[in-house]
């Protein structure tokens, strides 16, 4: 469902993507707008499913994560009961950041985060041997040129 938003909407959801930590007193002066109208906004817009969370972006390579590696998988079937389990392994591996069924040759995309190569070989093993595949291939990220959360809205 896409919710009804306007400028002054969008203004918040900009500012609160760059720092959601900012005070509600800044936020609503940045925007124009009162402080308890600032609030109702952020409110609705949370209501809505707009804002689903706010979280802390950590740095990875800080906290010795620092490889980031593109999983590609090709998969022999594609039943639900497959799909489902698939599904379950994913959100058990917390080395995964993301997870994506795509279009094309290719049948997933995964990012995940390791410290290093030989932490990635110990990633693909239990992955492996959690769900069948036909064809896994990574890519490690050399540098990231853009990495961001932030939506172009």
């Keep these: 469902m896409t919710a009804s938003i306007d400028e002054k ?27 308890n109208a600032c609030w109702r906004r952020i409110r609705r817009l949370e209501e809505a499913g707009v804002i689903r969370e706010r979280v802390a972006h950590l740095d990875a390579g800080g906290l010795g994560l620092g490889l980031s590696v593109l999983v590609m998988i090709r ?15 994913v959100a058990a591996m917390p080395e995964i950041q993301s997870a994506h069924r795509m279009t ?5 995309v995964l990012r995940v985060r390791v410290r ?35 939506l172009p809205i």
Excluded: N
């Design 75 to 89: 998969v022999g079937t594609h039943d639900p009961g497959w799909l489902a389990r698939f599904q379950a392994v």
């Design 9 to 35: 909407d969008r203004a918040i959801l900009r500012l609160l993507q760059q720092d959601c930590t900012v005070s509600l007193d800044a936020l609503s002066d940045r925007v124009s707008l009162s402080r």
């Design 116 to 150: 290093d190569v030989a932490d990635y070989d110990r990633f693909y093993k239990i992955l492996i041997g959690r769900i069948p595949m036909a064809d896994i291939s990574a890519s490690f990220v050399m540098e990231d040129i853009k990495d961001t959360t932030a």
């Design 104 to 108: 094309g040759e290719l049948d997933y």
